[in-house]
């Protein structure tokens, strides 16, 4: 079985306080007058985990959690046993979603990444 570890700003945002379930990317294409780029879309999702029935210790893993997020213009690595299989250059973090949980044993996460490419609206779209 392969295990894929994903880490933010040189972080495993998730190391001994949970778990990312789903990876999911899309791209779409900003425009700016006549210069355009690619941007990538890149959301994580799964659980954070604490102590059985300790809430304080619940608490205290989304606030390590979130502070593992708390810097924009970071890469983005994904990596697959050990072997780095893709990266997302300069990302911002534009939402971390914890729902509407009751935030007993476990608190499922959804957290959105933009990236955009270093050469950001550098292409012209006139020939």
């Given at each position: 079985?392969?295990?894929?570890?994903?880490?933010?700003?040189?972080i495993n945002?998730v190391?001994n306080i949970?778990?990312?379930?789903?990876?999911?990317?899309?791209?779409?294409?900003?425009r700016?007058?006549?210069?355009?780029?690619?941007a990538s879309r890149?959301?994580l999702?799964?659980k954070?985990?604490?102590?059985?029935?300790?809430f304080?210790?619940l608490?205290?893993?989304?606030?390590?959690f979130?502070?593992?997020f708390?810097q924009?213009f970071k890469?983005?690595?994904?990596?697959?046993?050990n072997?780095?299989i893709?990266?997302?250059p300069?990302?911002?973090?534009?939402s971390i979603?914890?729902?509407?949980?009751?935030?007993v044993?476990?608190?499922p996460?959804?957290?959105?990444?933009l990236s955009?490419?270093k050469?950001?609206f550098?292409v012209?779209?006139?020939?």
């Open positions: 079985m392969s295990k894929t570890t994903v880490l933010y700003n040189s945002p190391s949970g778990t990312i379930e789903t990876i999911s990317k899309s791209d779409e294409i900003i700016y007058h006549n210069r355009w780029a690619i890149i959301e999702a799964g954070i985990s604490g102590l059985c029935f300790d304080n210790n608490i205290q893993n989304q606030t390590t979130c502070n593992n708390s924009d890469d983005l690595q994904i990596f697959e046993n072997q780095q893709t990266g997302f300069y990302c911002s973090v534009e979603d914890f729902g509407s949980d009751k935030y044993r476990i608190i996460f959804k957290v959105s990444i955009i490419r050469t950001f550098l012209s779209m006139e020939s």
